[in-house]
């Protein structure tokens, strides 16, 4: 089955220690996001890939930074993590073309931050 | 800008009663409206989507969504819940003017006691 698949599910890193989630797909979408979700509150858009073309939203933090180095992968690479960066981080993609084409996430990884 | 506002924190049903999780919507433009589940230590998963001209539109699992251009709303409903129907759901909007950011409602977690 086509999927999207975040490696691992649950990461434990230290105060300050950089971190890289991972993110495959095998839908062949063009577009692909990471979300921080805390909490069982709404997802929030930290920045999304549209092929090769990177897109920030204007409040994500500088320590929050992401790769995309060919269709199938991304990367979430977290420089500095703090207390407050631990939550779960969810990758998705989509279609380009359509707005209404939905978003199909993975599982999440849970970032513990000691 | 977009916006979308789910006014109750928790549902409670039960089992074989009917459900609706409310989400209203604001828009500038033409509506794409979306609902999504979430269990617990997992992604988000598409339920349903809005389609232009349906104002009942059928999704995954049963569910289905009524959608009101003068109440600006997409109630998710269901005739008869199931205890495992118990998740977490969020409305969420996307950007119709090309762009790719969704916007999740806060979500309504949705008890069916059996």
């Known amino acids: 089955d086509a999927m999207v698949i975040q490696n691992p599910r649950y990461q434990v890193t230290q105060f300050g220690k950089p971190v890289t989630l991972s993110c495959s797909q095998t839908?062949?979408?063009?577009?692909m996001y990471w979300y921080q979700q805390k909490s069982s509150q709404a997802p929030k858009l930290l920045f999304h890939?549209?092929?090769?073309?990177?897109?920030n939203e204007a409040d994500t933090p500088d320590n929050f930074q992401s790769r995309r180095p060919n269709t199938s992968f991304c990367f979430l690479d977290i420089r500095s993590p703090g207390l407050g960066d631990a939550a779960m981080y969810l990758c998705?993609?989509?279609?380009?073309?359509?707005?209404?084409?939905?978003?199909?996430f993975g599982n999440g990884t849970r970032l513990t931050v000691t | 800008a977009q916006s979308v506002a789910q006014p109750e924190d928790q549902v409670n049903v039960a089992e074989g009663n009917p459900l609706t999780v409310k989400c209203t919507y604001s828009?500038?433009?033409?509506?794409?409206l979306f609902w999504y589940v979430q269990y617990p230590n997992r992604g988000l998963q598409f339920l349903l989507k809005y389609i232009t001209g349906d104002n009942l539109v059928k999704g995954s699992y049963g569910f289905e969504a009524e959608f009101n251009k003068s109440q600006t709303s997409f109630h998710l409903k269901k005739p008869s819940a199931l205890v495992s129907d118990s998740a977490l759901y969020f409305c969420a909007v996307r950007d119709g003017g090309g762009g790719f950011k969704t916007i999740f409602g806060a979500g309504t977690r949705l008890f069916v006691k059996a």
């Open positions: 998705a993609t989509s279609k380009a073309g359509t707005a209404n084409s939905p978003l199909h």
């Open positions: 839908l062949n979408h063009n577009v």
């Open positions: 828009v500038s433009g033409n509506p794409y």
């Open positions: 890939y549209y092929d090769k073309d990177f897109n």
